[in-house]
């Protein structure tokens, strides 16, 4: 895959003048040479491939030469939300779930939530879905929402019909064929989802389900759960806890 920076800025066909921290990365950081070419994208859905015209320190000249449809997108929209687990562990997650192809995240603040993150952890989040796009191939940034009161998301209208929350203590798993597609699965923090946030979720349409008798942690089940939404559109078999 071709060398891949990122802009926010329309593009076209055409002279284009890449700057800011991108153009110093280009230029300086991985020394491109005039003539070179490489691959812009804004996320629009296209990218573009350009040629090098000219270096400077701050801004870096490029005639773009097209712009390509190459979608690398699931064929379904994909909503996480989850609770942050500490330190290093957030930034790990937050990359894994952009080269899936999740089409939004949402950080949790929950009951037992132990991370509660700033306005500024958001912005650092949308640099790190940038850097992962470019990495992945991804055309289509991940949008992060900000922080939600599970409460206040559980109800929210605008979430797809399938929406499943994780919960280790469900009562007896059963398995079943159900269609993963177009849905959005919730992950509790280390300590999971109180009794009484499950039942309102419940009382909201949501889906218990369970990913096997071991506790896993926050970034661990968030990745084995987005794994299992079938981007083939066929259905998968989960384990499903239900009360009996």
Same mark, same amino acid.
């Given at each position: 895959m071709a060398d891949r920076f990122f802009t926010p800025q329309p593009l076209t066909p055409g002279e284009f003048h890449l700057d800011g921290p991108e153009a110093h990365h280009l230029a300086t950081v991985r020394r491109f040479a005039v003539g070179d070419r490489v691959t812009l994208f804004n996320g629009d859905g296209r990218e573009y491939p350009a040629e090098i015209l000219a270096l400077g320190k701050k801004s870096v000249a490029l005639t773009i030469l097209r712009a390509d449809e190459v979608n690398r997108e699931l064929p379904f929209p994909l909503i996480v939300a989850s609770a942050l687990p500490k330190g290093d562990r957030a930034d790990f997650l937050l990359e894994k779930l952009t080269e899936l192809g999740v089409t939004r995240f949402v950080p949790l *603040? &929950? #009951?037992?939530s132990v991370v509660h993150p700033k306005d500024a952890k958001v912005e650092k989040f949308e640099r790190m879905v940038i850097e992962a /796009?470019? +990495?992945c191939g991804r055309n289509v940034l991940m949008q992060v929402n900000a922080p939600t009161k599970w409460l206040d998301f559980v109800? /929210? /209208?605008?979430?797809?019909? =399938?929406?499943?929350?994780l919960h280790t203590e469900g009562g007896?798993? *059963? =398995? &079943? #064929? *159900?269609?993963? +597609?177009n849905g959005v699965v919730a992950i509790g923090p280390e300590g999971g989802f109180t009794a009484e946030e499950v039942s309102i979720a419940v009382a909201s349409g949501w889906r218990p389900i369970s990913l096997g008798p071991r506790v896993l942690r926050v970034e661990t089940a968030a990745l084995v759960a987005v794994a299992w939404f079938d981007p083939t559109g066929r259905k998968g078999e989960i384990s499903i806890p239900t009360n009996s």
């Open positions: *603040i &929950t #009951a037992r /796009s470019k +990495q109800c /929210s /209208s605008d979430l797809p019909p =399938q929406r499943y929350v007896v798993p *059963i =398995q &079943t #064929a *159900i269609p993963l +597609q």
